[in-house]
């Protein structure tokens, strides 16, 4: 299952995040996205758990606790909306 991390703090760290989740259960990824050009944190993230019972449990236990600093957002991660070549957000 793949769950959505917001409001992360820009020091917070794939370990710390991992260290969080994997108190729920087995994580298979941690990917915090980065800006493109500066490689600084986005302030947001997925975590791919393996295990969808674990998964719902962190959903539940990470939400709104602090991790580096920062109460964080959780939840199910949807999956993106497909875009239409060269819409660049208009329709």
Same mark, same amino acid.
Request: hydrophobic share 35%.
């Given at each position: $299952?793949?769950?959505?991390?917001?409001?992360?703090?820009f020091e917070a760290t794939e370990a710390d995040i991992e260290?969080?989740?994997? @108190?729920?259960?087995?994580?298979?990824?941690?990917? !915090?996205?980065?800006?493109? @050009?500066?490689?600084?944190?986005?302030?947001?993230?997925? #975590?791919?758990m393996r295990d969808a019972q674990a998964a719902k449990q962190?959903?539940?236990?990470?939400? $709104?606790?602090? !991790?580096?600093?920062?109460? #964080?957002?959780?939840? @199910?991660?949807?999956?993106?909306? @497909?875009?239409?070549?060269?819409?660049?957000?208009?329709?």
């Amino acid at each position: $299952m793949n769950i959505y991390v917001g409001n992360l703090s820009f020091e917070a760290t794939e370990a710390d995040i991992e260290q969080a989740f994997g @108190e729920y259960g087995e994580v298979q990824t941690v990917n !915090i996205v980065k800006d493109r @050009e500066t490689g600084r944190s986005r302030g947001f993230g997925f #975590v791919e758990m393996r295990d969808a019972q674990a998964a719902k449990q962190a959903i539940d236990g990470v939400n $709104m606790r602090e !991790i580096a600093g920062r109460a #964080v957002t959780v939840n @199910e991660a949807r999956p993106r909306d @497909e875009r239409r070549e060269g819409s660049r957000g208009r329709w």
